[in-house]
Every structure is written in C-alpha cells, then in structure tokens.
Nanobody
Framework: QVQLVESGGGLVQAGGSLRLSCAASGRTGSSYTMGWFRQAPGKEREFVAAIRWTGGTYYADSVKDRFTISRDNAKKSVYLQMNSLKPEDTAAYYC????????????????WGQGTQVTVSS
C-alpha cells in the first residue's frame, strides 16, 4: 500500500504562483508514474499533469506553459509549480501514483492523496 500526502495549497490572487508537494510513503518500491488531478465543485476530476519515473512529462492543454511537474525519486515526492494562476484553476488538487506511462485518466492510477485546496481570486 502507498500513502500520498499533499501540501502547499492556499489562497492566491490571479497571476500569482503556488507550489504543491506530494510525499509518498509505504510500499513505494515500484517505478511508476505520478500525476496531479483537480476537481472543482460540481465538476468531474480532471487531469492536470503526469511524470514518469524517468522524468518524461505530459500536461493538460489548459495548464501547459503555466504549470511544471517534477519529481524527486530519492525523496519519493512529486511537485507541481503553478504560475500565472487564473480563477478557473480554483479546485481541490489531488496527487496520484501507481500508473504506467503518461497516464491521464483517473482509473489508471492506483493510489490517491486526500487533496489540497487551491483558490485563485480575481
């Protein structure tokens, strides 16, 4: 079993930046893809970004060129640097792990964190 804990969410003005972190613990021995998803009230959970064990990345079009995903395999952690934030980025952000390849669907991930709230004011 793998446990994921997110941190770094908060309230920021439009145009500002936030950095989310996700630390994994437990049986993390496999080389798997980690990702970030988000879910706004009344909407489905949507893909944000994914990163392979080897560092390859994939982004949703809505965040490309604004968000950067990275990982530190030694620390079993994944990060999401969010710049030029917009009010439409407001959502609960979830860390996910256990996928293969550059997975972009929730069903492809085996493990999930509890989420961290990001609110962008206009």
């Amino acid at each position: 079993q793998v446990q994921l804990v997110e941190s770094g969410g908060g309230l920021v003005q439009a145009g500002g930046s936030l950095r989310l972190s996700c630390a994994a613990s437990g049986r993390t021995g496999s080389s798997y893809t980690m990702g970030w998803f988000r879910q706004a009230p009344g909407k489905e959970r949507e893909f944000v970004a994914a990163i392979r064990w080897t560092g390859g990345t994939y982004y949703a079009d809505s965040v490309k060129d604004r968000f950067t995903i990275s990982r530190d395999n030694a620390k079993k952690s994944v990060y999401l640097q969010m710049n030029s934030l917009k009010p439409e980025d407001t959502a609960a952000y979830y860390c996910a792990a256990g996928a293969l390849g550059l997975a972009s669907h929730p069903y492809e991930y085996a493990y999930w964190g509890q989420g961290t709230q990001v609110t962008v004011s206009s």
